[in-house]
Structure formats: C-alpha cells, structure tokens
C-alpha cells in the first residue's frame, strides 16, 4: 500500500506558481526564476510531477537560431486538483506576509 506524503515546501510553490495561470505553458527557467529555485532542485520537482501525470510537458515548437529549444510546462486537470490540495495543506505551515507586503 503506497502512502500519500506531503509534498516539500518548494514543491507546493512550483504547483502555487503554476496554478497561477494553469492554460499557459512555461519554461522551466523562467519558473525557476519565479519561485527561487536553482535547476538542480526545480528540474527533478518538475520530471516528479510529470511522472505523476500532474504535469504535461512537451518541446518548444520554435527553434531560435543560437539557443536550444526549451522544454514548457502545464498542469495537468489532476494537476490543478494537486495544487489546490496542496497550497490549501500547507496554508496553515506558511508564515503570513506583513501588511507592508501588500497582502
């Protein structure tokens, strides 16, 4: 029997960050970006969810001369439940922001 665990802080802000606009493809580096994570953490969170079928990945379809196609991003039907699940799970552990933040 496989238990469900809960997914790593930098997990749920990957999901957080793509349940933001969860129609619209996005790159590996530029959600790096986003969300504060280097490649060596945020490519194997994003291979994981894909393996889980949270994710569709696929190519870019443009090639720019002088720079390799990129690999985009989506969440998947199942992949918006996940993120909401798992923002909503770890509301309670997430420190909340100052008013100064704006939020």
């Known amino acids: 029997m496989t238990r469900a665990r809960r997914p790593s802080p930098q997990t749920v802000t ?3 960050a793509l349940a933001a606009a969860p129609d619209s493809w996005r790159y590996g580096y530029e959600l790096g970006q986003e969300v504060g994570l280097k490649a060596g953490s945020l490519y194997p969170i994003l291979i994981r969810l894909t393996e889980r079928g949270l994710l569709e990945a696929q190519w870019e379809d443009e090639v720019t001369p002088g720079r390799p196609r990129r690999h985009m991003y989506r969440l998947t039907e199942d992949g ?3 993120a909401a699940q798992a923002v909503e799970a770890a509301r309670p552990f997430i420190r909340p922001r100052l008013a100064t933040e704006g939020l």
């Open 80 to 82: 918006l439940t996940a």
């Open 14 to 16: 990957v999901l957080a």
